[in-house]
């Protein structure tokens, strides 16, 4: 009896510890914090140009992965279509540990439209938490 009784109680001992581990992914509740040192807000670029993206990601548990997107501002983000040299970019990356720095090079095409586009990075965290929004506006032109 005493040894049933041991045993349940280190069975019960177990779960409660995978329990604990499980538990403590679910109370993650704090996202990612990101940084963008480049490029500049309002940066001028030329089309045929590369831009350098630059910055750090920090969280308090473990990082994911993180995404650039770049897109044209000038369309009102209506979603009917691009028009013809509309140019957006996208890229998500797997990261880890709980800083992160970002060094990344984006080519704009020759074909870019000109005018205002949106720089914005986000972030993910290992629970799934997504950062606030870091965004940049630049302008390509001829």
Known sequence: ???RLL????AAL??????????EVVRDTTA???????????EE?????EM????????????AEFKIDIHNANDGHGHGGKRSGEWDYEETFTISGLKWE??????IPDSADTGIYHVIITALDAAGNQSELAERDIHIHE
């Open 32 to 42: 990612p914090v990101v940084t963008i040192t480049e490029p500049e807000d309002h």
């Open 45 to 49: 670029f030329d089309r045929g140009a």
């Open 14 to 23: 177990a779960f409660s510890c995978d329990d604990d581990d499980d538990e």
């Open 52 to 63: 350098h993206v630059e910055g750090t990601i920090t969280d308090d548990r473990a990082l």
């Open 7 to 10: 045993i349940l109680a280190i």
């Open 102 to 107: 970002f060094h990344e090079d984006v080519m």
């Open 1 to 3: 009896m005493k040894t």
